[in-house]
């Protein structure tokens, strides 16, 4: 059963990231954070740390709901409060389980939420790992009956060199990018981890060359 985002949590949280990040980190965004009124829209962000999280939040002033994987919802307080702040449980082993998930993410979507997926599902450090597509694949499925297309924001994380306490970050928000229907899964994700890569200026792993060079 989901646990609403609550508005106050999610602002509190936000304010203290601000303020903590803001003493480690010298935060740079490229690109357009603010999303208006318009909706649904998905965010699919470049992932490294846990620390990519909270920044994507800090990036984007609309309220954003974050699909995370179960393990983090695995205590009461814990789960409870992550979902307050907006967080979606995801069991990747289990696909009945993914189906509830992605239930919820339908009826988010229908009041036009914005969902932040991150489609290398795992930290990849360095480099751009493969784009999971099945998300994408039931987004876009969905899409067809919403009969509105559907924007797919990839955004690009760049941690740079440590000068004193405090870390370089760019956050480069890239433009929006649209498929057709769920048969477009595939060449979708091959394009939004193409501009992550872009983006962040890290190359993508060698699987992901050797999959494009066989086609």
Not at 19 to 37: A, M, P, R, T
Not at 94 to 119: C, G, H
Not at 159 to 173: L, Q, S, T
């Amino acid at each position: 059963m989901l646990i609403k985002r609550h508005p106050f949590i999610y602002t509190v949280t936000k304010r203290i990231a601000h303020l903590v990040f803001s003493f480690f980190y010298k935060i740079q965004i490229e690109g357009k954070g603010s999303l208006g009124d318009q909706g649904p829209v998905v965010i699919l962000p470049k992932h490294q740390y846990w620390t990519d999280i909270p920044l994507v939040g800090l990036a984007f002033h609309p309220q954003l709901y974050f699909v995370a994987k179960k393990e983090l919802f695995r205590y009461p307080l814990l789960r409870h409060y992550i979902s307050l702040g907006g967080g979606i449980p995801v069991d990747r082993e289990k696909s009945i389980r993914t189906l509830d998930s992605f239930k919820t993410l339908i009826t988010l979507l229908k009041a036009n939420e914005r969902i932040v997926i991150f489609p290398e599902g795992t930290y990849f450090r360095n480099r751009v790992g493969s784009g999971k597509s099945r998300l994408l694949q039931m987004i876009l499925k969905f899409q067809e009956e919403l009969k509105q297309k559907i924007p797919f924001i990839p955004v690009g994380i760049r941690y740079g060199e440590k000068k004193g306490w405090r870390r370089r970050v760019e956050i480069c928000i890239g433009s929006p990018l649209f498929g057709g229907g769920e048969s477009d899964a595939a060449a979708l994700t091959e394009k939004v981890m193409e501009e992550i890569s872009r983006l962040c200026r890290l190359p993508q792993s060698i699987a992901n060359c050797r999959l494009r060079n066989s086609e």
